[in-house]
């Protein structure tokens, strides 16, 4: 049974930064494009970030030069470095391993920017 696990979010303040991780278990993880997806309340879910085993990146438009997001293959992890937070940024944040409509998905961890 593939796993994957969330952890990092939790409470910041408008400008603070926070990381993500996303720990693989029982998958062949260099084969995966690995992606963060985030749902705000009322909205659908949205891609935030995904890296391909190559290197290949792509983002949001609204959180790019904010968010990076990188993986090792070596430990089965991927990561979301969220810097310049905003309110908006609220939502919970999801793994992705191999692409949304067939992929895996971790259970999500809350991120919440608020003063």
């Known amino acids: 049974q593939v796993q994957l696990v969330e952890s990092g979010g939790g409470l910041v303040q408008p400008g603070g930064s926070l990381s993500l991780s996303c ?13 963060w997806y985030r749902q ?5 879910r949205e891609l935030v970030a995904a890296m391909t085993k190559d290197g290949s990146t792509n983002y949001a438009d609204s ?29 919970v944040y999801y793994c ?3 692409g949304a409509s067939m992929g895996h998905w971790g259970q999500g961890t ?3 920017v608020s003063s």
């Open 63 to 91: 959180v790019k030069g904010r968010f990076t997001i990188s993986r090792d293959n070596a430990k089965n992890t991927v990561y979301l470095q969220m810097n310049s937070l905003k309110p908006e940024d609220t939502a």
């Open 110 to 112: 809350q991120v919440t």
């Open 40 to 44: 705000a309340p009322g909205k659908q």
């Open 96 to 98: 992705n391993a191999g």
């Open 23 to 35: 720990a693989a278990s029982r998958i062949r993880f260099s084969r995966y494009v690995m992606g």
